[in-house]
């Protein structure tokens, strides 16, 4: 299911910085300094961590209880 | 596309607020890979605030009939109707009006665990008394929320005969409210590497046309040291075997009112690129598997919507049930090694009982102790 540009980039900052902060105003903090001040490219690549899985106060099992 | 019919399955994920899943998910999401989301709405119950993000992306995926809601911790089978479990209904009610699920869906089994949040589904006797309650609580989900409700099938069995009937017994409740089944492909693993069974032969001990939802997932193999033997854990915190691939593609075109089908993994197993990287290629083997069998998947003859719903004022409640259970639950969480569990369980009020302890594998009571007790403190 195709997701519009402004909830990917929500989510990509949502995850990157791992707080209950973020909302979808927040498009334009995945900007690079050097970016235009229209830039439309996507920086949106996560930065996957070692052991970077508790960002979350709230992280859950769901299912995998076996 | 079939004869003009519009597409009939979805692959999706479980997705829930863990930063290693979305890690994950991020580039399946960007590519428009995902067509279903299942959300554990139950999971958040000490935080009342989603991020707006992720409320959107529920929002989003709901408005479109691809957010499915999945329960962990209502414990169906607890022998007492508890205010823990009446709020949680209300919670279910509240979040079904929040959000457009398509379906909700819990777990077979009660959970061990002193506290609410805390614990680990384990089996309990099929008996009429724990079917009538069963049948009671599925009610009271279907109720609260007014969508098709459903039960995920467990991986875990004492012993051989429970887990020929488990089937069987499952449909019993389902039949109460139109229910459907999630059948869990790594669930069925285990039981045909615990208990030496052909898949083949396991899964016709199923009702197969009530089948709406397929999980796959990963486990681990751990060593029962009671008899020497490797026993297959539901674990979620590894890669999905081939074999169970193998298992979704022999599957489908059994499975009528099939829709969606979803890869399962905890956070903790995707915890490094790789991994992540891992999981995605896993999500490709099972979605190419849907789609290019979704010509082979019969019509779909079921919507799973309850009809003549009954519901009774006072939830029914068997004491006995519920005193076994929590002797059970104190013995497993508290007992130093496995002989003393056994020992314990052999003077408890399970003894010649309906729980019919004597028939129970030592392997498998073992495992029984060690998934109590690493759940026993919740997550």
């Known amino acids: ?66 | 596309m079939r004869n003009g019919v519009g597409k009939e399955l979805y692959s999706g994920i479980s997705c829930n607020l863990d930063s290693n899943i979305l890690s994950a998910c991020f580039p399946l999401f960007k590519g428009g890979e995902v067509e279903v989301i299942e959300w554990s709405f139950d999971t958040l119950f000490s935080h009342n605030n989603l991020p707006d993000w992720f409320d959107h992306l529920l929002t989003v995926f709901g408005e479109e009939g691809r957010l499915i809601g999945h329960g962990v911790y209502f414990s169906l089978f607890n022998g007492t109707f508890t205010k823990d479990q009446q709020e949680w209904l209300n919670g279910l009610r509240v979040t079904s009006d929040r959000y457009e699920f398509d379906h909700i869906s819990e777990h077979f089994g009660f959970m061990t665990g002193q506290d609410f949040h805390k614990g680990a589904p384990l089996n309990v006797p099929l008996s009429d008394n724990s079917l009538a309650i069963a049948r009671d609580r599925i009610s009271r989900m279907s109720y609260a929320c007014g969508k098709p409700v459903g039960l995920e099938n467990l991986a875990f069995c004492y012993d051989k005969e429970g887990l020929i009937r488990q089937g069987s017994f499952i449909n019993q409740i389902l039949e109460e409210v139109n229910g459907f089944l999630i059948l869990d492909l790594h669930n069925l693993y285990c039981q045909c590497m615990n208990f030496d069974i052909e898949f083949s032969e396991l899964i016709l001990k199923y009702p197969l046309d009530r089948v709406r939802e397929i999980h796959i997932s990963g486990g681990s193999w751990e060593i029962a040291q009671s008899e020497d033997r490797k026993i297959r854990r539901d674990t979620h915190d590894d890669a999905v075997p081939r074999e169970v691939f193998e298992y979704l593609q022999e599957v489908i075109p059994k499975l009528p009112n099939l829709k969606f089908v979803i890869l399962e993994q905890l956070g903790t197993g995707l915890d490094t690129i790789v991994k992540q990287a891992r999981f995605r290629d896993d999500f490709e083997t099972m979605k190419s598997i849907v789609d290019h069998k979704q010509l082979e998947k019969p019509l779909a003859t079921n919507d799973f919507k309850s009809k003549n719903l009954k519901l009774s004022k006072h939830p029914i409640s068997d004491e006995t049930l519920a005193k076994q259970q929590q002797e059970l639950t104190f013995i497993l969480e508290n007992s130093v090694d496995f002989r003393s569990v056994k020992k314990r369980l052999q003077n408890s009020s399970l003894a010649s009982s309906p729980w019919n302890i004597e028939s129970w594998e030592d392997s498998m009571l073992e495992t029984a102790f060690a998934i109590a007790n690493k759940w026993k403190s919740g997550f």
């Open chain 1, 1 to 66: 299911m195709k997701l519009s540009k402004s909830i990917l980039s929500a989510m990509a900052v949502g995850i990157a910085l791992g707080t209950t902060s973020c909302s979808l105003g927040d498009v334009e903090e995945i900007h690079y300094e050097h970016c235009a001040l229209d830039c439309e490219e996507e920086h949106t690549e996560l930065r996957a961590t070692e052991g970077g899985g508790d960002t979350y106060p709230y992280n859950c099992p769901a299912c995998g209880m076996g």
